[in-house]
C-alpha cells in the first residue's frame, strides 16, 4: 500500500505567517491609534461660522474681522474656493481675538483684471463673538 506524498508544515507554515501578520497589522494599528479626551481644546481649531438661527446661547460681541484677497483667475472658477478661503481667513482672525464663533458673514467676490489676465478681488467680514 503506498502514501500518497505530503509536504510536511505547508499549510501550518503558512497559518502561522497569516496569524503573526494579523497580530502585527493589529499591534502597529493599536500603536498608531490616539486618544484624545473630548474636553481638551484643539488649539488650531478655528472659530465655526454660524447662522442666527444656530445662535442657542447669550454672546458678547467681540468685535467685526475684515479679511481681503486678490487672486488671478475668473469670478466663475473662484467661486467656491473664495467662500472656502473666507470663512477660513475671519476664523484665524476671529481666534486671534479668543472668538467662539463668527456671525453674520459676508463675502464679496468682484471681478476685475490684471494686464491682460482676469483677476478676482475677495473681500470678507463677520462679527465675533464669545459665548458668555
Given at each position: 500500500?503506498?502514501?500518497?506524498?505530503?509536504?510536511?508544515?505547508?499549510?501550518?507554515?503558512?497559518?502561522?505567517?497569516?496569524?503573526?501578520?494579523?497580530?502585527?497589522?493589529?499591534?502597529?494599528?493599536?500603536?498608531?491609534?490616539?486618544?484624545?479626551p473630548?474636553?481638551?481644546?484643539?488649539?488650531?481649531?478655528?472659530p465655526?461660522?454660524?447662522?442666527?438661527?444656530?445662535?442657542?446661547?447669550?454672546?458678547?460681541?467681540?468685535?467685526?474681522?475684515?479679511?481681503?484677497?486678490?487672486?488671478?483667475?475668473?469670478?466663475?472658477?473662484?467661486?467656491n474656493?473664495?467662500?472656502?478661503?473666507?470663512?477660513?481667513?475671519?476664523?484665524?482672525?476671529?481666534?486671534?481675538?479668543?472668538?467662539?464663533?463668527?456671525?453674520?458673514p459676508?463675502?464679496?467676490?468682484?471681478?476685475?483684471?490684471y494686464?491682460?489676465?482676469?483677476?478676482?478681488?475677495?473681500?470678507?467680514?463677520?462679527i465675533?463673538?464669545?459665548?458668555?
Amino acid at each position: 500500500m503506498t502514501r500518497p506524498a505530503t509536504v510536511h508544515g505547508s499549510a501550518s507554515t503558512r497559518t502561522g505567517r497569516l496569524v503573526r501578520l494579523m497580530a502585527a497589522s493589529a499591534l502597529l494599528t493599536a500603536a498608531c491609534a490616539t486618544i484624545t479626551p473630548a474636553t481638551t481644546p484643539d488649539p488650531n481649531r478655528l472659530p465655526p461660522v454660524l447662522a442666527q438661527d444656530e445662535i442657542i446661547r447669550p454672546y458678547t460681541k467681540i468685535g467685526t474681522v475684515e479679511v481681503s484677497r486678490e487672486r488671478l483667475g475668473s469670478i466663475d472658477d473662484l467661486k467656491n474656493e473664495a467662500d472656502e478661503w473666507a470663512y477660513d481667513a475671519l476664523g484665524a482672525e476671529a481666534a486671534k481675538l479668543g472668538a467662539d464663533a463668527i456671525i453674520l458673514p459676508e463675502v464679496q467676490a468682484k471681478k476685475g483684471s490684471y494686464l491682460f489676465f482676469p483677476s478676482t478681488s475677495i473681500k470678507a467680514k463677520g462679527i465675533a463673538i464669545r459665548f458668555n
